[in-house]
């Protein structure tokens, strides 16, 4: 199945087929989706018929709603990274051409990955809210399609303008964390935003839940005042944050708080829009935890 909507599904999908057929891949049915909604219902029908290897071509989103489908069941999801981020086809290792993806497939392997959960809701490789959570509103189809892998920066650029701090309670674990941030991820995987990391050390099959916040230096002296040097300051915090992201080096920066829980409970004060693999899945207060090794998936063998 190839989301069609998906930056590259339509070019993708006869090339996909065509090689998985000619490396000795059946495929009883293949479906070309121009209706992201139809997704869900074409995946319950394949199972109904029982169809136990499924696979899905499409960005984060359209992987998320299917493993959403499919965990907890007897079937072994394939990906085909065709999306703007490709970050769950990247914390697992997957590469992000469709023939290296196929081979992939075609090699059998399979391994089982843990699914975030946010109030019961799953999510694959992170959920945010501040900036994050601006910046995924920003993130319209026709951008994506327009601008690739650029529409994430410039999203980002515009949003800047109106960035606003937010006060967040982070309970996990037994520790309470009072914090006024611009920016929190809670992930499940080891990437989110189209490549940066949540952690180094965050893998699809560690039971954990890896949390960063982006704190505010302009809310660092209590007052509640924020002046126009105030914005300039936080904006100066993320574009420095920002520098590490890739590496993971944005972890070790004064104003990163980061840790790893199994659960995690979060309120903030105003309450907060909340995004999860790109989709708002409600406001806060949330809580968080981890579906261990909830899904099946064709993964690169380890070497």
Known sequence: MVNTRSRSGLLAFEEARALLTARGIPLVAAHALSKPKRLRSVLEEAIASGA??????????????????????????????????NDFARSL???????????????????????????????????????????????TQELKQRAGKLAYPMAAAAEMRTLQPFHVRLQAEGRTLELDALQLVVGNGRYHGA????????????????????????AAD????????????????????????????????????????????????????????????GMTPMRFEVASAALRVYAPAPE
């Open 52 to 85: 136990r290897r499924i696979l899905v071509g499409g960005g984060d989103g359209t992987i998320s709603c299917a493993a959403q489908v499919l965990m907890n069941r007897d079937v072994t999801l394939g990906v085909v990274p065709l999306g703007t981020g």
């Open 93 to 139: 290792g997957i590469p992000d051409t469709i023939e290296a993806a196929c081979d992939v497939i075609v090699g059998g392997y399979t391994a089982r990955v843990d699914v975030g959960l946010v109030n019961g809701r799953p999510f694959l490789n992170a959920a945010s809210l501040g900036l994050t959570t601006a910046i995924a509103k920003r993130l």
């Open 195 to 218: 490549g940066n990391m949540v952690a180094p050390d965050a893998t699809l099959d560690d039971r954990r839940l890896h949390v960063y916040a982006i704190t505010a230096p302009s």
């Open 222 to 281: 209590g007052s509640g005042e924020r002046t126009g040097l105030g914005h300039l300051q936080d904006v100066a915090t993320l574009a420095r944050v920002a520098l590490g992201m890739r590496s993971g080096g944005h972890l070790e920066h004064e104003s990163v708080v980061h840790l790893d829980t199994a659960r995690l409970t979060v309120e903030t004060d105003p309450p907060m829009e909340v995004n999860a693999d790109g989709e708002n899945v």
